[in-house]
C-alpha cells in the first residue's frame, strides 16, 4: 500500500468514529499532508476516495484552490491590465498585484467559507491543488481567517512536510510554521 493510501486510511478510520473527529471541539480542519513530488499521484486518488467516502452516505465536494483563485482573478477585472504589464515588470510586481486581490479584504478565505459555513449533514468537503496558492497565499492563513466558522469537515491536501503534531512546511521548501492547530494526518 503507498502512503498516500496509507495516510487516507488513517483518515477514513477518524471519519468512521464521529467522536474522534472533533474531540477537543475545534473546526473540524484535517490536513491531508502528503510529500510534493507525490501531488499527481494524489489527483488521481482524488476521485477514487470520494467514492469510498460516498459509500460511507458522505456527500463528498470537490473544491480546486485553483478554480476559487481563477474566480477571484476573474472578478477583480484587472486580467487584461496584468498581461498588458508583464513584458515591462518584474515577476515579483506582478505576484504582489496578484497577491494583493487574492489576500485583499481576505477574499481567499472568503470564497471557502462560502463553502463551509453552512452546516450539512453528512457532507464533506475535499479542498485541493493547494500548491497553486504559492506564492500568492499562505494556507496558515486559511486556518486563521476561518476559526469558528467551519461547519462540515473539511480536508485541505497539503503539499508539504510535517514536523512534529503542529509544524507544516508548505511545499517542503517554506519555513517550519509550528501554529497549525488542525488535525494533520499523514507524512
Do not use: C
Not at 45 to 59: G, M, S
Not at 74 to 101: C, F, K, T, Y
Not at 110 to 128: G, I, Q, Y
Amino acid at each position: 500500500m503507498s502512503s498516500l493510501d496509507s495516510t487516507f486510511e488513517e483518515l477514513a478510520r477518524q471519519f468512521k468514529n464521529p467522536g474522534a473527529l472533533n474531540p477537543a471541539k475545534s473546526d473540524p480542519l484535517f490536513y491531508f499532508v502528503h510529500a510534493p513530488e507525490d501531488t499527481l499521484e494524489l489527483k488521481r486518488k482524488i476521485p477514487l476516495w470520494a467514492a469510498k467516502f460516498r459509500e460511507d452516505a458522505k456527500e463528498v465536494e470537490i473544491l480546486s484552490f485553483a478554480a476559487l483563485l481563477w474566480q477571484i482573478i476573474d472578478g477583480s477585472n484587472r486580467w487584461d491590465e496584468w498581461l498588458e504589464m508583464e513584458p515591462e515588470h518584474e515577476l515579483s510586481e506582478i505576484n504582489e498585484a496578484v497577491q494583493s486581490v487574492i489576500g485583499g479584504e481576505d477574499a481567499l478565505v472568503e470564497a471557502v467559507a462560502r463553502h463551509v459555513a453552512v452546516p450539512r449533514p453528512n457532507r464533506v468537503l475535499f479542498l485541493v491543488d493547494a500548491a497553486l496558492a504559492h506564492p500568492y497565499f499562505r494556507l496558515r492563513g486559511l486556518e486563521s481567517g476561518l476559526h469558528d466558522r467551519i461547519k462540515i469537515p473539511t480536508i485541505v491536501f497539503y503539499p508539504g512536510r510535517r514536523l512534529g503534531q503542529y509544524g507544516l512546511r508548505f511545499l517542503g521548501f517554506y519555513a517550519e510554521d509550528p501554529n497549525y492547530r488542525s488535525t494533520l494526518i499523514g507524512e
